[in-house]
């Protein structure tokens, strides 16, 4: 029960064929292969300013006392 047989395996793949049709699964692995490239590229891109030796530095900001809001409720 926990095996399939090839007829099995046919019988899903020409649903799967059916459902999508010949030209569409070639085109679906296409644009998942793209999506995966991206992602790969936009990891490279945030990890490349480090490993060029670039420093990151944090800016603070000066808020002027009128521009404070008031987080006490009373």
Excluded at 48 to 63: C, H, I, Q, R, Y
Aim: aromatic share 8%.
């Amino acid at each position: 029960m926990g095996s399939f047989s090839v007829w099995h395996w046919l019988i899903v793949l020409v649903i799967v064929l059916v459902l999508f049709g010949r030209g569409k699964i070639p085109e679906l692995m296409g644009d998942f292969a793209k999506g995966i490239k991206s992602f790969k590229k936009g990891m490279s891109d945030d990890d490349a300013p480090e490993a060029n030796g670039a420093t990151t530095t944090a800016k603070t900001v000066d808020l002027k006392p009128e521009e404070v809001k008031d987080t006490t409720r009373s």
